[in-house]
T-cell receptor, first 112, second 114 residues
């Protein structure tokens, strides 16, 4: 059974810092990995999707990497801003119909 | 502009009183999913539809049912809500449902059970 782990559960950084959020998964037989953002009490917004054949994806200040063989992904956030404060979840697709297995997320706080 | 719409945004129900949550989509996607997310927990898949084909997760309680009358709408019915069913319920869609596709989520419905 696929398990997705995100450690630490919470992170606080000063504004302007570059940071890395980690995600690990137990079964390397994945189709893709997605990073989501969730604001308090809200739904999920997809940030980046990396197919299993890819190594990384970039969108603006965000860069996600994937090392499928070691079961790891990182989300790099450059020049963090207070508006980046949210919970970041990673999820992997391991079956038909795009079913996702999620981690619990990392709650990021960027201090002004 | 919203593509996956969930109503209501907040729902309060009483212990044991049936409740229905709704989801609609303007993306014309084949697949619709319902996830349950409890506080500080990972979203957990309850079930999904591929067109009209219903797929239940093995550990989804019988108390949870779903209906998809057409491509655009999907409903989550909780027949007898218990206190443990208080959670955020998230609806999502994907296009053809292949394992490589991105999921699009709605804003969620926060369910409280009194």
């Amino acid at each position: 059974k696929q398990e997705v782990t995100q450690i630490p559960a919470a992170l606080s950084v000063p504004e302007g810092e570059n940071l890395v959020l980690n995600c690990s998964f137990t079964d390397s037989a994945i189709y893709n990995l997605q990073w989501f953002r969730q604001d308090p009490g809200k739904g999920l917004t997809s940030l980046l999707l990396i197919q299993s054949s890819q190594r990384e994806q970039t969108s603006g200040r965000l860069n996600a990497s994937l090392d499928k063989s070691s079961g790891r992904s990182t989300l790099y956030i450059a020049a963090s801003q207070p508006g980046d404060s949210a919970t970041y979840l990673c999820a992997v697709s391991t079956g038909a119909n795009s079913k996702l297995t999620f981690g619990k997320g990392i709650t990021l706080s960027v201090r002004p | 502009d919203a593509m996956v719409i969930q109503n209501p945004r907040y729902q309060v129900t009483q212990f044991g009183k049936p409740v229905t949550l709704s989801c609609s989509q303007t993306l014309n996607h084949n697949v619709m999913y319902w996830y349950q997310q409890k506080s500080s927990q990972a979203p957990k898949l309850l079930f999904h539809y591929y067109d009209k084909d219903f797929n239940n997760e093995a550990d989804t309680p019988d108390n949870f049912q779903s209906r998809r009358p057409n491509t655009s709408f999907c409903f989550l019915d909780i027949r007898s809500p218990g206190l443990g069913d208080a959670a955020m319920y998230l609806c999502a869609t994907s296009g053809a449902g292949t394992a490589r596709e991105k999921l699009f989520f709605g804003s969620g419905t926060q369910l409280s059970v009194l």
